[in-house]
């Protein structure tokens, strides 16, 4: 069989579609992944067939969270990845059996299998993104929404958000699917999200709260598996003292002066600090011997090898974390990094950074909370419940489909 395995996001969406990518591979199927462009040259390392699709997102982690886009920019970039995606989608499902739409920009991927008349499933990477009445959506940052606050009840709050989706995506998706052939939808979300959808998420940290509405299969995390060596430098040193505070926001914006603010509170408990750079540039306050600057390493090693994980509760990053047994400090800023921030909070393995900009203060409070010998006991024990198959059970699951 042949699986199309497409996504719109950042490393946090990309990595898993890659992971499930390389599972497909391994037994005897084949699978193009088309994700942004940001990630090809690194796919392709690991044997993954990869076709680029829109523009190059690394760009987005440097604007400012209080710059939106104006309705006339979100109309526009609205038809622009809609386009782009029919475009790429379209050939890159050629010859495929199934398509697989990973999170929830991935727009055109059922109207691709739709017009081709194969199967199709969507994968969410956070139960918080899938409606019900547990909880409320995510917060969407380019449309400046702010989180709820308990004021309004979740079901309302769903049907808020699926008009939204609707006023937001209804023109532009419509379009291509006359072009296509195909008819109008009435629920834009709905069609994308399907009644049965998937949920690639570790059951101990990120658990779907019901079995009902919908019906949610959730196959666990879609984890790469990593045997890189980390970097000489980074080796030496991580044995030239007690373990470190890690900082790192990947490949989404971070907050202005961060990584001085984690030094800050790091160096005031007596922690060295590695800071990586990722897609915001993050840097050193100075030259001294008790922080590193790093770039893209292998985060299952070097996690196992710190005292604390400070980082911005994207799915990727907070199941890596929770799988390594390090405490983490979550700094949300945007859609599902709240869950998971409650989350870590929830399972008393870290701390979750109170709403607002971090201080050195704020965050001395938050690391000195999740450095504490029970937080760090208790890490280690859900560290042994997070799943590594499930790239594996989903991969078995869809090969189930022909």
Same mark, same amino acid.
């Given at each position: 069989?042949?699986?199309?395995?497409?996504?719109?996001?950042?490393?946090?969406?990309?990595?898993?579609?890659?992971?499930?990518?390389?599972?497909?591979?391994?037994?005897?199927?084949?699978?193009?992944?088309?994700?942004?462009?940001?990630?090809?040259?690194?796919?392709?390392?690991?044997?993954?067939?990869?076709?680029?699709?829109?523009?190059?997102?690394?760009?987005?982690?440097?604007? %400012?969270?209080?710059?939106?886009?104006?309705?006339?920019?979100?109309?526009?970039?609205?038809?622009?990845?809609?386009?782009?995606?029919?475009?790429?989608?379209?050939?890159?499902?050629?010859?495929?059996?199934?398509?697989?739409?990973?999170?929830?920009?991935?727009?055109?991927?059922? %109207?691709?299998?739709?017009?081709?008349?194969?199967?199709?499933?969507?994968?969410?990477?956070?139960?918080?993104?899938?409606?019900?009445?547990?909880?409320?959506?995510?917060?969407?940052?380019?449309?400046?929404?702010?989180?709820?606050?308990?004021?309004?009840?979740?079901?309302?709050?769903? &049907?808020?958000?699926?008009?939204?989706?609707?006023?937001?995506?209804?023109?532009?998706?419509?379009?291509?699917?006359?072009?296509?052939?195909?008819?109008?939808?009435?629920?834009?979300?709905?069609?994308?999200?399907?009644?049965?959808?998937?949920?690639?998420?570790?059951?101990?940290?990120?658990?779907?709260?019901?079995?009902?509405?919908?019906?949610?299969?959730?196959?666990?995390?879609?984890?790469?598996?990593?045997?890189?060596?980390?970097?000489?430098?980074?080796? %030496?040193?991580?044995?030239?003292?007690?373990?470190?505070?890690?900082?790192?926001?990947?490949?989404?914006? &971070?907050?202005?002066?961060?990584?001085?603010?984690?030094?800050?509170?790091?160096?005031?408990?007596?922690?060295?600090?590695?800071?990586?750079?990722?897609?915001?540039?993050?840097?050193?306050?100075?030259?001294?011997?008790?922080?590193?600057?790093?770039?893209?390493?292998?985060?299952?090693?070097?996690?196992?090898?710190?005292?604390?994980?400070?980082?911005?509760?994207?799915?990727?990053?907070?199941?890596?974390?929770?799988?390594?047994?390090?405490?983490?400090?979550?700094?949300?800023?945007?859609?599902?990094?709240?869950?998971?921030?409650?989350?870590?909070?929830?399972?008393?393995?870290?701390?979750?950074?109170?709403?607002?900009?971090?201080?050195?203060?704020?965050?001395?409070?938050?690391?000195?909370?999740?450095?504490?010998?029970?937080?760090?006991?208790?890490?280690?024990?859900?560290?042994?419940?997070?799943?590594?198959?499930?790239?594996?059970?989903?991969?078995?699951?869809?090969?189930?489909?022909?």
């Amino acid at each position: 069989m042949r699986f199309l395995l497409s996504t719109i996001g950042s490393r946090g969406e990309v990595q898993p579609v890659v992971a499930l990518a390389r599972q497909l591979g391994e037994l005897g199927q084949e699978a193009v992944v088309c994700a942004p462009p940001d990630f090809q040259e690194w796919a392709e390392s690991l044997g993954v067939r990869y076709l680029p699709v829109g523009p190059e997102l690394r760009g987005t982690a440097k604007r %400012s969270a209080t710059t939106l886009p104006t309705p006339e920019q979100r109309r526009r970039m609205v038809e622009g990845t809609v386009a782009a995606q029919f475009e790429a989608f379209g050939a890159a499902a050629e010859g495929c059996d199934v398509v697989v739409g990973g999170g929830g920009l991935a727009l055109a991927a059922h %109207s691709v299998a739709e017009q081709r008349g194969i199967g199709y499933v969507y994968a969410a990477f956070a139960p918080i993104t899938l409606p019900s009445a547990h909880h409320a959506p995510p917060v969407l940052g380019m449309l400046g929404q702010k989180p709820a606050d308990g004021s309004v009840d979740n079901r309302t709050l769903w &049907a808020e958000d699926a008009e939204r989706w609707n006023t937001t995506f209804r023109a532009a998706l419509h379009a291509h699917r006359a072009a296509a052939g195909l008819p109008t939808v009435e629920d834009i979300r709905h069609h994308l999200f399907t009644s049965t959808p998937w949920l690639a998420a570790d059951p101990t940290l990120a658990p779907w709260p019901t079995p009902t509405e919908p019906e949610v299969f959730q196959t666990g995390a879609w984890l790469l598996s990593d045997d890189r060596p980390l970097p000489a430098e980074l080796t %030496s040193f991580l044995e030239a003292g007690e373990p470190p505070v890690y900082c790192g926001f990947g490949s989404v914006r &971070a907050p202005e002066g961060v990584s001085q603010a984690v030094i800050e509170a790091a160096r005031a408990l007596g922690r060295r600090v590695i800071v990586s750079r990722g897609w915001a540039d993050l840097s050193l306050v100075d030259d001294e011997p008790d922080c590193l600057s790093i770039g893209e390493v292998n985060q299952q090693a070097l996690f196992r090898r710190v005292a604390a994980v400070v980082h911005h509760g994207g799915a990727g990053t907070t199941t890596a974390a929770a799988a390594s047994g390090a405490p983490q400090v979550v700094v949300p800023q945007m859609f599902d990094q709240f869950y998971f921030a409650d989350r870590v909070d929830r399972l008393g393995i870290g701390s979750a950074h109170p709403a607002g900009e971090p201080t050195a203060d704020s965050l001395l409070a938050a690391l000195r909370h999740a450095l504490e010998r029970d937080v760090a006991g208790r890490a280690r024990t859900v560290a042994g419940a997070v799943r590594t198959d499930g790239a594996l059970i989903a991969a078995r699951r869809l090969i189930d489909m022909r």
